[in-house]
């Protein structure tokens, strides 16, 4: 196990991500690292979205964003992000973590404003360091 310093300046993580099983290894991963905070999940770009749109709460310090899902999917939910997603548009950091090894997937994502980095999934405990500086 890592030292798990706890990183205080995250509160609240959004995963968005329609497979349960690397939610629970990324949560775990967190934990393991040191991320002491909310994390909240979402099972495709849409609820994310709508989450985004109805949350009375803060918007979340971290979004972490998968590609591939069904319904809607990362590129989709960038793309309406930066049009509805006013509130939290310049308060939340997005990086997409996904299985894609494609040049075009990154190329695309990180053409975004919005995105602040790609990592492949799942989670390692230095794309976690960096993910929250």
């Known amino acids: 196990m890592v030292n798990a ?36 999940i979402a099972l495709n770009g849409k609820e ?3 989450y985004l749109l109805s949350s009375s709460d803060d918007c979340p310090d971290v979004i972490l964003l998968d590609l591939n899902m069904p319904v809607m999917d990362g590129f989709e ?18 990086f997409v973590l996904s299985s894609s090894e494609r040049e075009e997937d990154r190329y695309k994502t990180m053409s975004k404003t919005v995105v602040k980095g790609f990592f492949s999934k799942p989670l390692s405990p230095g794309d976690i360091r960096e993910i929250m500086q």
Request: hydrophobic content about 35%.
């Open 5 to 40: 310093t706890p990183m205080k300046n995250v509160k609240k993580i959004l995963l968005v991500d329609d497979d349960e099983g690397f939610n629970y290894l990324n949560m775990i991963s967190l934990q393991q690292n040191g991320v002491d905070c909310r994390v909240d």
């Open 48 to 50: 994310a979205l709508q």
């Open 77 to 94: 939910f960038l793309n309406k992000f930066e049009k509805q997603g006013a509130k939290c548009h310049t308060k939340s950091r997005v």
